[in-house]
C-alpha cells in the first residue's frame, strides 16, 4: 500500500528545562471498510500494513470463514479505503449476530461472560497441548519480538504481536490495534496453510479479554508478554484451557493459568 506506517512531525519538547522545536515519529491510522458479498460488515481503524491478512483474520475470527479458500475474491481498492470481500458461502447465523451483545455461561459451566453472541459460538476450549516451554525459551521468545519492531522502537505507538515455536519466530504483525495485530497474524497463517495449533503467540501488551478471545479464536494454547492479564482474562483462560504467561521482564516471569505448558524449576520451598 501507498499509505505510510509512520510519519514525521515538527513537536514542541520540553527536557530538563529547555523547550525546543525537534522531528518526532509518530505512527499513522487508516480506516478500512469490510464490504462482505457487497454488504457493509466492518470498519476497522489500523496500520497501513498487510491489509489483507487482516481482512482475511478478521473474518475467520469473527466466523464469517472457516478457511482461506472460503474466499472467491478479495480487492483492497486503498483509494476508498474499502475491502471488497466475496466468499463462496458466509456462516448466516454468525452474520447475523456479529454485532449482538449477551451474557452467557462460558463453556458451559455458568461461570463466564462473553460480550458478543458470536464470541460464545465460536470460542472453544483448546483441547490441543502444546510443547512444553522452558522458562528461558519464554524470556527469549519475548525478547526476539522487542527486537523484531523498528516502528515501536521509533514510535512506541504500535502493538507486536509473533507467532513462535520453541526455536523462535514464525511471522511478526505490528498494528496500532493490538486486536488487528492478531488478526493479520491468523490471516497469514490461513493464507498460507501454517498450522497453528502447536504454537505460542508472544504479545507485547496487556492481556485483556478481548486478545485472549483472539488467541482462543486463533486456537494457540499459550500466551506470553510482558505486560499484565486482566481478571476477566484470566478466568476466560481458565475455563478455556489456555496458558497465561505475564511481566516477562527482568529475568522474571508470572505463570497465571495452566502452568503445565511451561517448564520451571522445582517449586521454592
Known amino acids: ?8 512531525n515538527q513537536v514542541l519538547r520540553y527536557e530538563n528545562g529547555v523547550v525546543q522545536l525537534v522531528e518526532d515519529v509518530v505512527v499513522t491510522e487508516y480506516p478500512i471498510t469490510i464490504m462482505l458479498n457487497d454488504q457493509e460488515f466492518a470498519t476497522l481503524v489500523c496500520s497501513p500494513e498487510n491489509i489483507e491478512e487482516l481482512v482475511v483474520g478478521f473474518l475467520a475470527s469473527e466466523g464469517m470463514i472457516s478457511s482461506y479458500e472460503d474466499i472467491k475474491e478479495l ?14 458461502r458466509v456462516n448466516k447465523l454468525n452474520e447475523m449476530f456479529h454485532s ?14 462473553f460480550y458478543f453472541y458470536n464470541d460464545a459460538r465460536t470460542v472453544k476450549p483448546i483441547e490441543v497441548k502444546n510443547k512444553v516451554l522452558t522458562v528461558d525459551n519464554c524470556f527469549r521468545l519475548m525478547e526476539m519480538l522487542q527486537e523484531s519492531s523498528t516502528i515501536f522502537q521509533d514510535t512506541g505507538g504500535v502493538h507486536n504481536a509473533a507467532l513462535c515455536d520453541e526455536n523462535g519466530i514464525i511471522v511478526a504483525r505490528t498494528d496500532i490495534g493490538r486486536h488487528n495485530a492478531l488478526d493479520k497474524i491468523y490471516g497469514h497463517c490461513l493464507k498460507h496453510h501454517i498450522s497453528i495449533e502447536d504454537k505460542v503467540i508472544a504479545f507485547s501488551g496487556r492481556i485483556s479479554s478481548e486478545v485472549l478471545l ?3 479464536k486463533i486456537k494457540c494454547g499459550t500466551v506470553l508478554s510482558k505486560s499484565a492479564p486482566t481478571e476477566l482474562a484470566l478466568r476466560l483462560a481458565e475455563e478455556l484451557g489456555i496458558t497465561t504467561v505475564g511481566f516477562i521482564r527482568n529475568n522474571a516471569l508470572n505463570i497465571y493459568t495452566n502452568s503445565e505448558r511451561i517448564m520451571t524449576p522445582e517449586l521454592a520451598k
Open 1 to 8: 500500500m501507498d499509505q505510510q506506517m509512520q510519519v514525521t
Open 75 to 88: 480487492q483492497v481498492i486503498e483509494t476508498l479505503g474499502k475491502a471488497m470481500v466475496t466468499t463462496h
Open 100 to 113: 449482538k451483545r449477551i451474557v452467557t455461561s462460558c463453556c458451559g459451566k455458568s461461570r463466564q461472560s
Open 214 to 216: 483472539k488467541v482462543a
